[in-house]
């Protein structure tokens, strides 16, 4: 008996030696696992892009291959730190229509729509520029290099004067009608490594009752579209689903200073 007990107590105490180990290892591999809904996750997560999809060219990181910095367009930097700034860095200006065009302001070389497309005024939002470059440098760890025109979304643009954006409706816009697509993502795990943050997580699209691998690519997802009804309710898709059908990415950021700045994103 006291064998077999000395001998249980030897089985034992390796198998634990080897989960240490085992720990140890994926410790140094992955890195210290993070909460998933932390503040810090969440934050991140908010910098891959908006849901809406007509703002900012939507989830334009999720591509079929790795996307860098270099890979997004500045306009689309613009406005992808403008949908992060807080609303107290926005200021309403209001400009009095035209007088020799209806429904139209005019703005130094710029030109914008009266509200709604009706009304006898416009109401711009300025932001300057130091404020938006603040949040474009947490987003990207970088400065603002070229002050472009940007859309928000089709029917909103910014223009660039005197050290501020200001922010008004097209006075004419176009809008493609159709079968809008969804995406759905959902996080997998967290780990920070060093001075690096890394989320992991699964992307689906769906248009044209389709499933797609990415949001910019083309390559379809069969086996997911093999599951989809024929109708556009898609309430039934959950995180397993996503899990099973999606495709897993990989989005790095990096810290500077007290900050953790976007730095790539990859399907794996």
Sequence with gaps: MKKNKKKSIIVTGIIIIVLIIIALALFLING????????????????????????????????????????????????????????????????????????????????????????????????????????????YGKDISETDEFLIDYSTVCNFKDDAYYCGLLETFTKTFGSEPYTFRAIKEAYKKGDKIIIYDYFIKIANYECYNSYTGKTANNNCTNELPEDENYDFIDYDFIKKYGTEYKHVFKKQNDNYYWVSSEPI
């Design 32 to 139: 210290q696992r993070l909460n998933t809904n932390s503040t810090t996750v969440n934050k991140l997560y908010n910098y891959l892009g908006s849901n809406d999809l007509d703002r900012c060219s939507g989830l334009n990181v999720y591509g079929e291959e790795l996307i860098t910095y270099d890979d997004i367009d500045n306009a689309t930097r613009l406005c992808n730190a403008y949908i992060l700034l807080e609303e107290e860095y926005l200021e309403e200006v209001i400009i009095e229509e035209d007088k020799d065009k209806e429904n139209v302001c005019k703005f130094d070389d710029f030109t914008y729509a009266t509200d709604k497309y009706e009304e006898d005024e416009c109401t711009l939002t300025k932001i300057t520029k130091e404020d938006l470059n603040n949040t474009y440098h947490k987003l």
